[in-house]
């Protein structure tokens, strides 16, 4: 899960271009949207593609992409449970 | 009423880039050598300015071009009052528009840039970024010198449709965007540059401003139609 | 003003002499009146693979066989769908205009195209290593495409693209009106174009703004749009060259929200200032307007902020509106001229659109919302409005003379 949890701290800050947040700034367990990284509704959608692209998990609805996105630690849960690749 | 005076004006492009109150400053290397490649990736909002990046690096190369070219104009939109921001009118001009945005879009698709398909956009960013509520315009034309979008802010100008008139010439496409899918080289533009005027009225500035006669917009007009041959013998 | 310079002014007003379309509802105003009298969509439901999915899509499809018409009757654009809607659409208003155009040397008629993504469909073919003709390439570039029709109409006037999202036909209209009272021409070709793609159907898909069940304008339950694609056209004149009484354009006026960038500013005031100058340059008062026809795309965040737009601008009196795009979707490039078309029409046969695919009319919208179409008492003056990505707005005033 550690693993994981890294890989998409990364690939959260290169589909969001956050280029000057390095993963240590991102806190497994703290919120990834309303924090300091300034994130809006265009970059939940983001995410949601990133998901279809690199996992294969497909998101129909975005209340299940907010629960999903509440940290990174439940996005790598939501991740290790759904994915397809 | 037929003479307008050139405010201002910014330059960016391989050359390097400036205002009418500086000299063209060189890039720093090694993105000089970079942008003189066509790989225009690296160029950054922090060359320019100390204002927080964050839209900046969510634009895509034809608003980055732009909203620099804007930027090294900042100055005289700071001095401005919400009335004239108000009547500021947007014209923008470009051969390539959007296209280094749609060859990536098209090869992976991914929401956040998809807004940035449209040669319009850099207009929107311009006009959040100095809240200008004026005219607004987006041409695509086969020559790659802005002069249709001057004969046009001439024309709001005479017309009372706006005070004042940011022009844009933008040309934006990426060396290895290009090189990656294999479309006819004269859709292409190997030159790449963003390049602003600030016009107005005569009365509005002081007197040193150059000048840019009705007559030379009609000139530009006819340089720029579409059925300039030069769009039929690239072919 | 003079009695003679405001003839002056009249004489060179641009008017209207013919329109042409290309829309889900067929080929030619024909179908597509028939579609605003019945108040029917024409919405289909087609599968398309997006991304690694197959997803069900409704939208404002051009019929097969019209485009299998069309690539019969010109091969040389056979995989060009932006070139054959366009001309088909310019075929039609150039015969409509009929004999006025007879007088009107090549050197005097301009053309303006309104596109957003021209002929896309290539880009993605070559993206994937498929095979297209080099004129469909071409095409690709709007203004090769804008040439390229021009020069089929044989226009030696002047020639302009406008590419500026969902408000690109308006501003192109606005740009044709303009090169006649300037006196650059007496007569502009406006042509509105875009076709339906992988490539936008994979972004707006991104971007969750599909109805999944086809978009619902102003509907208490409504959320998101329908794409469409098409083309329409508008052969305009200067008012001098027609003896009887016209439909003029007669003020247009665009605007930036100088807000967030994908949706428009909440409050409409970037819409409603674009109104107040279209209104402004007609030189008419907000009570003058007759029928709006709404930009009305379905998404929960315009029809929003248009209602909030039109309040602004006309108080408690909000003239009868409507939204057609339940009808052919929204067609991006080709909105701006198609929408003015179907103004056209309706100041012709005197009947106002209604709001196709309406079930609940939303409260926050004006109860002047028409759901059915209705004949009028009084239509001689129209706003057409439109906006887009990037917070810009464009508002176009319609207004028929007395006969």
Redesign the interface.
């Known amino acids: 899960m550690e693993a994981l949890i890294d890989e998409l701290k990364n690939k959260i800050i290169a589909?969001?271009?956050?280029?000057?947040i390095r993963p240590a700034d991102i806190k497994a367990d703290e919120p990834i949207f309303g924090t300091g990284l300034?994130l809006d509704s265009?970059?939940s959608?983001?995410l949601?593609?990133l998901l279809?692209?690199d996992y294969?998990i497909?998101i129909e609805e975005?209340s299940v992409a907010q629960k999903a996105f509440a940290s990174v630690r439940t996005l790598a849960e939501f991740v290790a449970k759904n994915r397809k690749n | 009423m037929n003479d307008f005076v050139i405010h201002a004006a910014s330059y960016l492009g391989p050359e390097g880039f400036g205002n009418d109150q500086t000299s063209l400053r060189a890039w720093p290397s090694p993105l000089k050598e970079n942008l003189a490649r066509g790989e225009l990736d690296g160029l950054h909002w922090s060359l320019l300015s100390d204002s927080d990046p964050s839209r900046f690096l969510r634009m895509d190369l034809m608003c980055r071009l732009g909203f620099m070219a804007a930027e090294l104009l900042a100055v005289n939109f700071d001095a401005m009052s919400d009335a004239r921001r108000d009547r500021l009118g947007v014209c923008a001009e470009s051969f390539t528009g959007s296209l280094d945005t749609d060859i990536r879009f098209a090869q992976t698709p991914r929401p956040s840039i998809f807004a940035y398909t449209l040669p319009s956009t850099v207009v929107g960013e311009i006009c959040i970024r100095f809240r200008l509520k004026g005219p607004v315009l987006s041409l695509i034309s086969p020559a790659t010198n802005g002069a249709n979008a001057i004969a046009e802010a001439v024309e709001w100008l005479r017309d009372g449709d706006a005070e004042m008139a940011l022009c844009l010439g933008i040309e934006a496409m990426n060396g290895s965007t290009a090189n990656s899918v294999s479309l006819p080289e004269n859709l292409l533009s190997r030159d790449w540059h963003g390049a602003a005027l600030l016009l107005g009225h005569s009365e509005n500035s002081p007197r040193e401003k150059p000048f840019v006669s009705g007559a030379l917009a009609e000139v530009c007009r006819k340089l720029c139609s579409c059925r300039n041959p030069l769009a039929k013998s690239i072919r | 003003m003079g009695a003679s310079l405001e003839t002056a002014v009249n004489e060179s007003a641009a008017a209207i002499a013919g329109c042409g379309s290309v829309s889900a509802t067929g080929l030619g105003l024909e179908p597509l009146q028939s579609a605003v009298a019945a108040n029917a969509s024409a919405l289909q439901r087609r599968e398309f693979v997006i991304g690694k999915t197959s997803q069900s899509i409704v939208a404002g499809f051009v019929p097969d066989e019209i485009v299998e018409q069309l690539r019969a009757a010109d091969s040389a654009h056979a995989d060009s769908r932006a070139f054959l809607f366009a001309a088909a659409a310019l075929k039609q208003a150039a015969k409509n205009a009929g004999r006025i155009l007879d007088s009107v040397p090549a050197a005097r008629r301009g053309f303006v195209l309104s596109t957003t993504k021209a002929n896309i469909e290539a880009l993605d073919k070559l993206v994937r290593r498929q095979s297209v003709s080099a004129v469909a390439q071409r095409q690709i570039q709007p203004a090769f495409l804008a040439a390229d029709l021009a020069e089929q109409l044989d226009c030696r006037g002047p020639v302009q693209c406008v590419s500026a999202a969902c408000i690109s036909g308006l501003s192109a209209l606005q740009q044709g009106a303009a090169i006649i009272r300037r006196g650059l021409a007496d007569a502009v070709f406006v042509a509105g174009v875009d076709i339906i793609s992988q490539f936008v159907l994979s972004g707006f898909n991104s971007l969750k703004s599909f109805d999944p069940e086809g978009c619902r304008p102003f509907d208490k339950s409504r959320i998101g749009l329908s794409l469409g694609e098409g083309a329409a056209a508008i052969v305009l004149v200067k008012r001098k060259l027609l003896s009887s009484s016209a439909t003029l354009l007669s003020g247009c006026g665009t605007s930036n929200d100088a807000n967030h960038l994908t949706g428009p500013s909440r409050d409409g005031s970037g819409l409603a200032l674009a109104i107040r100058r279209a209104l402004a340059k007609a030189g008419i008062a907000a009570d003058e307007i007759d029928y709006v026809n709404a930009h009305g795309t379905g998404t929960p965040y315009n029809d929003n902020m248009e209602s909030l737009a039109l309040r602004s601008v006309f108080g408690d009196r909000v003239p009868p509106f409507s939204s057609n795009k339940g009808i052919f979707g929204h067609t991006l490039g080709a909105a701006g001229v198609l929408e003015t078309v179907l103004c056209v029409a309706a100041l012709e046969n005197n009947l106002l659109p209604g709001t196709p695919r309406l079930r609940e009319r939303d409260p926050v919208a004006p109860d002047s919302l028409l759901a059915k179409p209705r004949t009028a008492t009084k239509l001689d003056c129209v706003l057409k409005i439109n906006c887009g990505f990037g917070g810009t707005n464009a508002a176009l005033v319609l207004e028929r003379e007395a006969p």
């Open positions: 589909a969001l271009s956050l280029e000057h300034g265009i970059d959608l983001e949601v593609s279809e692209r294969g497909l975005m």
